[in-house]
Nanobody, 125 residues
């Protein structure tokens, strides 16, 4: 019943932008920390960004800091990732996640117990 569904992925040229969305259903995640992770071809899944329940605290991986912005709209039970200045190395499957006990700065996959199915992002050079 509880679901997180990502959308907004696709093919974009280097330097372009995409906005990913993660819609939740089945319960309210307003009190949960939410985050984005990604898995590139041939690599393990890695942390991208996280945001606390109110949106007052955020955490970004060094590889994307300054280019990506994480945000949330609790009224819509939705998480967003605005991706600008995209690079070929950003190509990956992007997953959204939620965890009640997850802390900003922890970056631990095991602390996120609700996950979406992933959305593909391909950046061409």
């Amino acid at each position: 019943q509880v679901q997180l569904v990502e959308s907004g992925g696709g093919l974009v040229q280097a330097g372009g932008s995409l906005r990913l969305s993660c819609a939740a259903s089945g319960r309210t995640f307003n009190t949960y920390t939410k985050g984005w992770f990604r898995q590139a071809p041939g690599k393990e899944r890695e942390f991208v960004a996280a945001i606390n329940w109110s949106g007052s605290s955020t955490d970004y991986a060094d590889s994307i800091k300054g280019r990506f912005t994480i945000s949330r709209d609790n009224a819509k039970n939705t998480l967003y990732l605005q991706m600008n200045s995209l690079k070929p190395e950003d190509t990956a499957v992007y997953y959204c996640a939620a965890g009640y006990l997850a802390r900003i700065g922890g970056r631990r996959e095991q602390d996120y117990n609700y996950w979406g199915q992933g959305t593909h992002v391909t950046v061409s050079s």
